[in-house]
């Protein structure tokens, strides 16, 4: 068995954050979506450039909720490739949630080699 190390790890709920949907305009940008993906996202959502989602007011214009409270992506299915990159605690994660003053929720994680033994 493995000795009783305690350690912790980030524990984040993007349900409860939404940070990096109002982080930058050039975010919600389009990369490499094809064109059915495309058309598959409201065009009253679509920047007048045709770059990306809009972006007002701070924040996407897909988000819905209170930042930092309780968030959801409007288009979560159809959603740009560049939202779907974003993985919880990547930098860009961390650079957003620090951007908006976001505590790390820490949660103690005891002897993590015990889970797979
Ligand atoms: S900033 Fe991080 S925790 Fe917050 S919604 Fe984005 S990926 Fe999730
Ligand atoms: S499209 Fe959805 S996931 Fe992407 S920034 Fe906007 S609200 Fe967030």
Same mark, same amino acid.
């Given at each position: 068995m493995a000795a009783q190390d305690v350690d912790s790890v980030a524990v984040f709920d993007c349900q409860s954050c939404g940070a990096c949907c109002a982080? *930058?305009?050039?975010? #919600?940008r389009f990369s490499t979506e094809d064109d059915d993906e495309l058309e598959?996202? #409201?065009? *009253?959502?679509? *920047?007048a450039d045709l770059s990306g989602i809009r972006f007002e007011n701070g924040r996407c214009a897909a988000l819905r909720g209170e930042v930092g409270k309780a968030t959801a992506c409007g288009i979560y299915d159809a959603r740009p490739h560049v939202c779907r990159a974003c993985m919880p605690g990547d930098p860009e994660c961390l650079t957003a949630r620090a951007a908006h003053e976001l505590e790390l929720p820490i949660s103690p994680l005891v002897g993590v080699e015990e889970w797979s033994a």
């Amino acid at each position: 068995m493995a000795a009783q190390d305690v350690d912790s790890v980030a524990v984040f709920d993007c349900q409860s954050c939404g940070a990096c949907c109002a982080y *930058a305009a050039d975010w #919600p940008r389009f990369s490499t979506e094809d064109d059915d993906e495309l058309e598959r996202i #409201p065009e *009253a959502l679509v *920047a007048a450039d045709l770059s990306g989602i809009r972006f007002e007011n701070g924040r996407c214009a897909a988000l819905r909720g209170e930042v930092g409270k309780a968030t959801a992506c409007g288009i979560y299915d159809a959603r740009p490739h560049v939202c779907r990159a974003c993985m919880p605690g990547d930098p860009e994660c961390l650079t957003a949630r620090a951007a908006h003053e976001l505590e790390l929720p820490i949660s103690p994680l005891v002897g993590v080699e015990e889970w797979s033994a």
